[in-house]
């Protein structure tokens, strides 16, 4: 079975750093690229960060600068460093696979994690 699985959740002090990590697990092939959400209290769903197969990346205009994302190919785990940290970036943060394809040759489109609460606060 082809899942998500998000770590790294907690509390973090405004100005601090914090780290995310989300692997995706089971038989995988192939997935086009894997990225973070999140989904602050009373507010929509906004895309964070992705980074593609190819390592090719993109950001959130407010977290340029601030937040990175990377990948290990081989554990076909993606990462999330928050650095410089405000009170708004708390939110629950949801990693997302795209394009997934399984040796059995099925496809997922997409699928996501649990999803795991950043509360940045003194």
């Known amino acids: 079975q082809v899942q998500l699985v998000e770590s790294g959740g907690g509390s973090v002090q405004p100005g601090g750093s914090h780290s995310l990590s989300c692997t995706l697990s089971?038989?995988?092939?192939?997935?086009?690229?894997m990225g973070w959400h999140r989904q602050a209290p009373g507010k929509t769903r906004e895309l964070v960060a992705v980074i593609t197969s190819g390592g090719s990346t993109v950001y959130a205009d407010s977290v340029k600068g601030r937040f990175t994302i990377s990948r290990d190919p081989d554990k076909n785990t993606a990462y999330l460093q928050l650095n410089s940290l405000k009170p708004e970036d708390t939110a629950v943060y949801y990693c997302?696979?795209?394009?997934?394809?399984?040796?059995?040759?099925?496809?997922?489109?997409?699928?996501w994690g649990q999803g795991t609460l950043v509360t940045v606060s003194l």
């Open positions: 089971g038989s995988i092939l192939s997935f086009a690229g």
């Open positions: 997302n696979a795209v394009d997934i394809v399984t040796p059995d040759g099925s496809s997922h489109r997409q699928i």
